[in-house]
């Protein structure tokens, strides 16, 4: 296992966990920063698409994988939206600018933890304890290694994108169901 590829999944993860832990409010920048992110690094390992045997069957569940678990981390078990009439904007400090905001805590943590993790853990041991058992077994079920190690690249864009796309469906969500307190009608017994 290079340096690089331990660089590249500490890298995603601190982007990922400082971009949502805690109260944060859902905007544009802040969603789709681990995605720019893992678009300017991934290039880097990122080599050819091998289509050959079951290779582009193992790539489409390392993506549909980290699609699921992208989904699983911004679910409301993990993290709660919601929208904020009073959040202000940083600059000007004084006024107000109502926004959606999420909370993530320790769950959504554990979730993107454990996946890197494992990811660094599997190219540990494919590199230094098992790797003649993982190359006979690619040999044996017609993959090849650069099938697998794209399989790892499409998980992580697989999770970051469907973190993205659901963190964004929700904070939308959040903001549509909002009513503005001036909209409350008046009917002939006062106001409902």
Same mark, same amino acid.
């Given at each position: 296992?290079?340096?690089?590829?331990? /660089? &590249?999944?500490?890298?995603? =993860?601190?982007?990922?966990?400082?971009?949502?832990?805690? $109260?944060?409010? /859902?905007?544009?920048?802040?969603?789709? $920063?681990?995605?720019?992110? @893992?678009? @300017? /690094?991934?290039?880097?390992?990122?080599?050819?698409?091998?289509?050959?045997?079951?290779? &582009?069957?193992l790539?489409?569940? %390392?993506?549909?994988?980290?699609? =699921?678990?992208?989904?699983?981390?911004?679910?409301?078990?993990?993290? !709660?939206?919601s929208?904020?009439?009073?959040?202000?904007? $940083?600059?000007?400090?004084? *006024? *107000?600018?109502?926004?959606?905001? !999420?909370?993530?805590?320790?769950?959504y943590?554990? /979730?993107?933890?454990?996946?890197?993790?494992?990811?660094? %853990?599997?190219?540990?041991?494919?590199?230094?304890?098992?790797? +003649?058992?993982?190359?006979?077994?690619?040999? #044996?079920?017609? &993959?090849?290694? #650069?099938?697998?190690?794209?399989?790892? @690249?499409?998980?992580?864009?697989?999770?970051?994108?469907?973190?993205? =796309?659901?963190?964004? @469906? $929700?904070?939308?969500? +959040?903001?549509?169901?909002?009513?503005?307190?001036?909209?409350?009608?008046?009917?002939?017994? %006062?106001? *409902?």
């Open positions: 296992m290079t340096a690089n590829i331990v /660089i &590249l999944q500490l890298a995603m =993860l601190t982007v990922v966990l400082e971009s949502d832990l805690g $109260r944060r409010k /859902i905007g544009w920048f802040r969603v789709w $920063r681990p995605v720019v992110t @893992i678009a @300017i /690094i991934v290039p880097f390992f990122f080599t050819s698409l091998p289509v050959s045997g079951r290779d &582009l069957v790539q489409g569940a %390392g993506a549909l994988t980290g699609a =699921l678990l992208g989904l699983a981390s911004v679910s409301p078990a993990f993290v !709660s939206v929208y904020n009439p009073e959040w202000r904007r $940083r600059w000007p400090r004084s *006024r *107000r600018q109502g926004a959606a905001v !999420s909370q993530a805590g320790l769950g943590a554990v /979730i993107w933890v454990a996946v890197t993790v494992a990811r660094l %853990g599997f190219a540990y041991s494919a590199q230094h304890l098992f790797p +003649a058992e993982l190359g006979q077994f690619l040999a #044996t079920s017609r &993959l090849s290694a #650069t099938a697998l190690a794209n399989a790892f @690249i499409f998980l992580a864009l697989g999770m970051s994108l469907s973190r993205c =796309l659901l963190l964004e @469906i $929700r904070g939308r969500r +959040a903001r549509a169901a909002m009513v503005p307190a001036d909209t409350v009608s008046v009917g002939v017994g %006062g106001p *409902r």
